[in-house]
């Protein structure tokens, strides 16, 4: 049997987008469920819009993702002698040709077309034909190379997400696959790739649905074994148009800034086209065992930030403590508050992680351990108000008395001013959340002032 081998292919010219990184899960996931290879190939030919930031960002967030591959990054760029050699051999076996057409008489061509009211298209000229006199070599023209595609019969393939898929090749026409420059385009180097890395399963986005048959054309011209085919549909905004820079972020990277763990966009993407049951929370593990391939969704999928929210909640629930003090440090030192990644930290976010859909949002919460509060004068006169306030009095005298600084020992302190001053617990607990941690919401007070100092919580009590 044949090793199972898939490839994720994107082009530099931009962020990794979260469509390509569901393409790369899902091309993953597959090779590992079958136990195969994963390549990483870098499509750099469009040499004037690819650059080395774009790379860099491409191979950080497939490291953030926990993507790893097998092989590569492999640069299209480095195998120009290779693409070169095969179109040779493609024109000595008569499956390619050099087409000598300028740019204008290819505008003037299409113009034609375009009067006559056709479909515009290479309409041919200079392929070869049995008893066809071409046209004289011009000079000072470098010539491109065009595929010579067959003129009748049907291309189909059984495509892994869409199902059986036709198209007559008297709708496609002789793409170029080399440039003047030598430079071979997209559908052509694609082909060679794919070919000599001997991919087996290609999941790629349904934009290169109309591709496909050049490309399986040229697998054929070559005498190259075909590989399988899945094209996944495009991803939808929460508005339902397609997810797009304008609209919301669609890198990845965006995600890990906003404090998004790995391990949910990994589960949130891979359930954003493919299905296992009416499972939504599952491990990579539990993915790769389950992904074959199968029930990968026909019709796009809308993206749901809310859901994605539930899912990123879930697993900071259950990231480990250190983990997450690391993560929350770096998110601290974008809002301008330093705060070092240490135990403390750690126990801080252990206390409010049960409420945050994100890291960001695990930052903000604990600012107040690291920078100065700043109640709301609405929170100050509705809760500190001037009858309350000799039980604050009250509890700061008894706090600066414990022998033990927890959350038991403060726990007794508090309920010792409550029952001397004959009140209930919100009106002490609201006032004291107020003026030490700015809000008048927090979790379990005792449990939230114990993780600050004692002479942090006495200075903001006393004011
Ligand atoms: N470079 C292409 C892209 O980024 C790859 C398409 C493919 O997987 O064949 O869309």
């Known amino acids: ?82 693409y070169q050699a095969v179109v040779e051999q493609m024109i000595e076996a008569g499956t390619a040709y050099r087409c000598y057409c300028t740019p204008e008489e290819l505008d003037a061509m299409r113009e034609a077309q375009r009067a006559r009211g056709e479909k515009t298209r290479y309409d041919g000229r200079w392929r070869p034909e049995p008893g066809k006199t071409l046209p004289a070599i011009p000079q000072g023209v470098t010539p491109v190379v065009r595929f010579r595609n067959p003129l009748d019969g049907i291309v189909s393939w059984d495509d892994l997400v869409k199902g059986p898929i036709s198209i007559a090749n008297e709708e496609i026409d002789d793409l170029i696959i080399l440039r003047p420059d030598g430079v071979p385009t997209y559908n052509f180097a694609v082909v060679v790739d794919d070919w000599d890395m001997k991919i087996t399963h290609v999941f790629r986005g349904d934009e290169h649905i109309n591709n496909t048959p050049w490309q399986i054309n040229i697998f054929n011209a070559l005498g190259a074994p075909l590989p399988r085919f899945g094209h996944c549909p495009i991803i939808l905004g929460d508005d339902g148009l397609k997810l797009s820079k304008r609209r919301g972020a669609v890198s990845v990277t965006a995600y890990e800034d906003a404090g998004y763990l790995p391990e949910a966009m990994l589960n949130y993407l891979a359930r954003l086209g493919w299905s296992h049951g009416d499972d939504e929370l599952f491990t990579r593990e539990q993915m790769v065992q389950w992904f074959d391939g199968s029930h990968l969704a026909k019709s796009p999928a809308q993206w749901d930030p809310a859901k994605l929210s539930w899912v990123n909640a879930h697993y900071i629930k ?123 919401q927090t979790p379990s007070i005792d449990a939230v002032l114990a993780l600050f100092s004692r002479e942090k919580v006495l200075e903001r009590l006393r004011g």
């Open 1 to 82: 049997m044949t090793t199972v081998r898939t490839r994720i292919a994107p082009s530099p010219t931009g962020f990794l987008h979260l469509g390509t990184a569901r393409t790369a899960l899902y091309s993953w996931a597959f090779a590992r469920h079958h136990g195969g290879h994963f390549v990483l190939r870098i499509e750099d030919t469009d040499v004037a819009r690819s650059t080395q930031d774009s790379v860099d960002q491409i191979l950080a967030s497939m490291h953030w993702l926990g993507l790893d591959y097998d092989e590569g990054p492999i640069y299209q760029m480095q195998r120009l002698e290779r």
């Open 318 to 440: 259950q990231a480990d403590d250190a983990r997450l003090a690391a993560l929350v440090a770096a998110q601290l030192a974008r809002l301008d508050v330093k705060a070092e990644a240490d135990e403390l930290l750690a126990r801080r976010c252990a206390l409010f992680k049960d409420r945050c859909n994100t890291t960001v949002e695990l930052a903000q919460w604990l600012t107040m351990y690291y920078a100065e509060v700043n109640p709301s004068e609405q929170d100050l006169a509705q809760h500190v108000t001037d009858a309350i306030k000799p039980s604050l009095v009250a509890l700061a005298a008894k706090l600066e008395a414990l022998a033990a600084w927890d959350a038991p020992s403060i726990n007794a302190a508090i309920k010792a001013t409550i029952a001397e001053a004959g009140i209930k617990m919100p009106q002490l607990a609201l006032p004291v959340r107020v003026l030490v941690c700015g809000r008048a």
